[in-house]
């Protein structure tokens, strides 16, 4: 349910998202404290934290029994450290572009957690006047929080709950707090751009510089042979390598006893020196969080990547998303489920029209919990006022419509994914009514089909591509490509390093 603006009231904090997963969970991880004087200590802590606004003043806060969507974001910037520290290697002058995007989706009810990375290089169109490029890129300027997640909505259809972000600072105080975090390497590696280097195989205990150097490592190379040999998977492999060292931090601070008060402050410490929340995220929703979470289990995270094929153009590293790979992984995080209506607050409603009529219908639509916002062209471009939606999107669109006064023209669109629906104000506009009608009650015919078979079309921004009808398979599909990375592997003992 994220809505409208996104000015930063943080002072231009910089971030690293990998670093921000392990600052989400350490904020829920201390509700398991035994102590009021150190809850007292992690609410003063965490009401200091700065926030950032990323929705409309209408905008109801999300139940916490409700499943709910963090971004989590990291930027190029490393201008928080020192300048003696090698970790600058002259980033300090580069702009802001989202190095590392995750969106990590939490179910109180089910009481399960998946995160699902997106490629920095993926090419998609940019949020506000729909450009194509580099999703990292839309973080860039004034209103980079806003434009990023408006770019998430209207390529992946994923509604934003809440917005975190964390510094390169504090992913090492993080670490420090920890006494590291046990990674286990079946060779001797090295990334000479991060400044990696692990000498031995086994289970390497990394310290906050090895850490952060692992994480950030996109040269990565293994020793084998005799000789170095690259694993040449760059971002891709990186992601994969990121994800397994959250869970490695999370099951670290597990065992090292977040229960205890001492513990768990020097967790929130470390990072609410570089946090920052969003203006929904207030200390009792976390904390309620916490609690129907305090025994998750990290192992049960669920962590998937969008599938991309490489997809140069201009001498620019490109990626394109496979859709027939990536629809089934986004439908947990869009809310979808087969066979069940969708609640207003499941979907996405672009409003496109005139001015002042876009805006009231906004705002009535966000009072009703829609995720709906004015976007798009500002004229009307038809007498008649339509709904179009995608493969996944006609019951979204049904039930907005049953908001309507007059009944909307309802149009397929096949590049549209998941509950988002595109309400466009024609002249013939009546209104949106208090109270709905019943689903039952608005005509047979009033969608058309949507088929039920993969259909390769052209997504707007992107090259040729495939958009399912249906999905095929459930995220989480062990059949599935495997994810990227060559680099030789040992599950068994990688499991038994702790």
Not at 20 to 49: D, F, I, P, R, Y
Not at 143 to 149: D, K, Q
Not at 166 to 192: C, H, M, N, S, W
Not at 217 to 231: I, L, M, P, T, V
Request: glycine letters at 8%; a neutral charge.
């Amino acid at each position: 349910m994220a809505r409208g603006d996104s000015s930063s009231r943080s002072g231009g904090r910089r971030t690293l998202a990998q670093r921000v997963l392990l600052g989400v969970n350490v904020l829920l991880v201390v509700a398991c404290l035994g102590t009021a004087a150190a809850l007292a200590k992690v609410q003063s802590t965490l009401e200091s934290v700065p926030v950032v606004d990323i929705g409309s003043s209408q905008a109801p806060k999300a139940s916490v029994t409700e499943a709910r969507n963090f971004l989590i974001i990291g930027t190029d910037s490393a201008s928080r450290l020192d300048e003696s520290d090698p970790v600058t290697n002259g980033r300090a002058k580069l702009g802001r572009l989202a190095d590392v995007i995750m969106v990590l989706r939490v179910d109180p009810q089910t009481k399960t957690a998946r995160l699902i990375s997106i490629p920095r290089d993926t090419r998609v169109a940019l949020a506000p006047d729909g450009r194509t490029g580099r999703i990292n890129e839309a973080i860039a300027g004034t209103n980079g929080p806003r434009n990023l997640i408006q770019t998430l909505k209207r390529n992946f259809g994923i509604s934003i709950d809440n917005y975190v972000q964390i510094d390169f600072l504090a992913f090492k105080q993080l670490v420090e707090t920890l006494g590291g975090v046990p990674v286990y390497f079946t060779t001797p590696v090295r990334d000479a751009n991060t400044g990696l280097n692990v000498k031995e195989s086994g289970c390497i205990l990394l310290d906050r510089d090895q850490a952060l150097a692992y994480a950030r490592a996109r040269h990565f190379q293994f020793y084998e042979d005799g000789k170095w040999k690259s694993d040449g998977t760059g971002d891709l492999g990186r992601i994969t390598r990121q994800q397994d060292f959250i869970k490695r931090a999370l099951r670290r601070a597990s065992d090292k006893g977040i229960r205890n008060p001492g513990t768990a402050v020097g967790l929130v410490n470390a990072g609410a020196s570089a946090v920052v929340l969003d203006t929904q995220l207030d200390v009792g929703t976390l904390l309620d969080l916490v609690n129907q979470f305090h025994n998750f289990n990290p192992d049960s995270l669920v962590t998937d990547q969008v599938p991309t094929v490489a997809a140069p153009r201009g001498g620019v590293a490109y990626q394109d998303v496979d859709w027939e790979r990536t629809a089934p992984l986004l439908t947990p995080f869009q809310g979808v489920v087969l066979g069940q209506r969708p609640k207003p607050s499941d979907i996405i409603v672009d409003v496109r029209g005139k001015s002042p009529v876009d805006e009231v219908t906004t705002t009535f639509l966000d009072k009703k919990d829609f995720d709906a916002e004015a976007f798009g062209p500002k004229s009307v471009s038809s007498d008649t006022t339509t709904i179009t939606f995608g493969p996944d999107g006609r019951d979204a669109a049904l039930v907005l419509a049953t908001y309507m006064k007059n009944t909307p023209k309802l149009v397929l669109d096949k590049t549209i994914v998941g509950y988002r629906v595109v309400l466009n104000v024609g002249s013939d506009f009546a209104g949106t009514r208090e109270e709905p009608i019943a689903y039952e009650d608005l005509p047979p015919d009033l969608a058309p089909p949507v088929p039920t078979t993969t259909t390769t079309t052209t997504v707007p921004g992107t090259s040729s591509t495939t958009v399912p009808g249906t999905p095929t398979t459930e995220a989480g599909d062990t059949n599935r490509p495997a994810a990227p990375g060559v680099v030789p592997t040992d599950p068994e003992r990688a499991a038994a390093c702790r």
